[in-house]
Nanobody, 123 residues
Framework: QVQLVESGGGLVQPGGSLRLSCAAS????????IGWFRQAPGKERERVSC????????YYADSVKGRFTISRDNAKNTVYLQMNSLKPEDTAVYYC????????????????WGQGTQVTVSS
């Protein structure tokens, strides 16, 4: 049974940092792409970052490039999203998701989703 569980969200001041974790179970992490998505109130869900299966190539949305880093620990079956220099516009519910294969650029290519973790950036 595939499961994804996010953790690490919270309230942080602008300029601060958070590290989100996505604990995966029920499948071999290195075989599949894992994406981090976010959805702010009144906005569509957007892909923030992803890491491909196999080679672990990483991708970032322009809005977070240079500030966020995605990584994968196969031994711990966990994917991380290190978020630095956080801005109020980063406030959203963050979800991790598993793709149907080693890579997907489209949201509909992700078939399993976690429950989400709230990130609030505010002074």
């Amino acid at each position: 049974q595939v499961q994804l569980v996010e953790s690490g969200g919270g309230l942080v001041q602008p300029g601060g940092s958070l590290r989100l974790s996505c604990a995966a179970s029920g499948f071999t992490l290195s075989y599949y792409a894992i994406g981090w998505f976010r959805q702010a109130p009144g906005k569509e869900r957007e892909r923030v970052s992803c890491i491909t299966g196999s080679r672990g190539i990483t991708y970032y949305a322009d809005s977070v490039k240079g500030r966020f880093t995605i990584s994968r620990d196969n031994a711990k079956n966990t994917v991380y999203l290190q978020m630095n220099s956080l801005k109020p516009e980063d406030t959203a519910v963050y979800y991790c998701a598993r793709a149907r294969s080693y890579y997907s650029s489209a949201e509909n290519g992700y078939e399993y989703w976690g429950q989400g973790t709230q990130v609030t950036v505010s002074s």
